[in-house]
């Protein structure tokens, strides 16, 4: 079975500039999670969707980064102008309704911003 | 303070040794609890769930106490192969709340 994918797997890119990470969720997974994981933060819940709708984004460090689901098998999160502290590695995860609290993870996106 | 607080470690156990991860957390309003392991450079994956039962699953036990808002894992004959990152984790209000890991290195 295909787990949850991610896009680009890894990411070097300049100061300002735009970088878009993709999600393809567990096909029938209802939930979808955006975490960032650092050495000096952990790993941290950035923004989940139920059924395509934002439900809390609260973890959104700032206005420079969005995500959105337009259906129900992607998922995009974007930071714009990116910035160096944004370096981090990227992760999504999924999981069905009622399945308790169980979430699958995909490989991740390393992001460095130089 | 965070929220979920661990051993930040690492330890460096033998082979066949026992070793103990210990967690707190601080929000009463946490609803269930997992211990999640991560390898280097991979996505966290879950480990096991925890119940003030306490439960089992072969070498690994993990014991929850509400009272003192506490989460414990205990690896028995440890192999080569439980050398990783362990995360205590909390979920409140349908989000998981990690805590920073304890990373464990097992050696021959």
């Known amino acids: 079975d295909a787990g949850v994918i991610q896009s680009p797997r890894h990411e070097v890119t300049e100061m300002g500039q735009e970088v878009t990470l993709r999600c393809k969720p567990i096909?029938?997974?209802?939930?979808l999670f955006w975490y960032r994981q650092t050495m000096m933060r952990g790993l941290e819940l950035l923004i989940y969707?139920?059924?395509?709708?934002?439900?809390?984004d609260s973890g959104m460090p700032e206005d420079r980064f969005s995500a959105k689901m337009p259906n129900a098998s992607f998922s995009t999160l974007k930071i714009q102008p990116s910035e160096p502290r944004d370096s981090a590695v990227y992760f999504c995860?999924?999981?069905?309704?009622?399945?308790?609290?169980?979430?699958?993870f995909g490989p991740g996106t390393r992001l460095l911003v130089l | 303070r965070k929220e979920v607080e661990q051993d930040p470690g690492p330890f460096n156990v033998p082979e066949g040794a026992t070793v103990a991860f210990n967690c707190t957390y601080s929000?009463?309003?946490?609803?269930?609890f997992f211990w999640y392991r991560q390898d280097c450079r991979k996505e966290p994956k879950l480990l096991m769930s925890?119940?003030?039962s306490g439960n089992e699953d072969g070498r690994f036990t993990a014991q929850l106490n509400r009272a003192s808002q506490y989460i414990s894992l205990l690896i028995r004959d440890s192999k080569l192969s439980d050398s990783a990152t362990y995360l205590c984790?909390?979920?409140?209000?349908?989000?998981?709340?990690f805590g920073q890991g304890t990373e464990l290195s097992v050696k021959p």
């Open positions: 995860a999924s999981r069905p309704q009622g399945a308790g609290e169980t979430q699958y």
């Open positions: 096909s029938g997974h209802d939930y």
């Open positions: 969707f139920n059924n395509n709708v934002p439900i809390d």
């Open positions: 929000n009463s309003a946490s609803q269930s």
């Open positions: 925890v119940y003030s």
């Open positions: 984790v909390v979920n409140r209000g349908g989000k998981l709340i």
